[in-house]
């Protein structure tokens, strides 16, 4: 079992930046893959962004491919999503989920066996 959580979510103005960080407890970290989604009103959850347990590899939705980065940090157990040039369509609830499998990065929510609560983005016009 792991248990992750996240934070940092918040009001950003349109073109600003937020870090959204998510701490994982229970299972060792490195032997997960880690991805993030995100859910906006009315609309299926959907990929945004993966990284190998390694960290040497990511992968990224074409819609935040160029404004958002992620990164982990396995000896402090956490995953973040940096995102920049942010616009209200990034408006959304953002989860983090772990993947136990370790080949590529997965894109697919049913692929990913733990998730955090989420967190909310809200980007203003």
């Known amino acids: 079992q792991v248990q992750l959580v996240e934070s940092g979510g918040g009001l950003v103005q349109d073109g600003g930046s937020l870090t959204v960080s998510c701490v994982a407890s229970?299972?060792?970290?490195?032997?997960?893959?880690m991805g993030w989604f995100r859910q906006a009103p009315g609309k299926e959850r959907e990929f945004i962004a993966g990284?190998?347990?390694?960290?040497?590899?990511?992968y990224y939705a074409d819609s935040v491919k160029g404004r958002f980065t992620i990164s982990r940090d396995n000896a402090k157990s956490t995953v973040y999503l940096i995102m920049n040039s942010l616009k209200p369509e990034d408006t959304a609830v953002y989860y983090c989920?772990?993947?136990?499998?370790?080949?590529?990065?997965?894109?697919?929510?049913?692929?990913?066996?733990?998730w955090g609560q989420g967190t909310q983005v809200t980007v203003s016009s």
């Open positions: 229970g299972r060792i970290f490195s032997t997960f893959n």
């Open positions: 990284i190998t347990w390694t960290g040497r590899n990511t």
């Open positions: 989920a772990a993947d136990p499998n370790l080949g590529m990065v997965r894109t697919t929510s049913y692929e990913y066996n733990y």
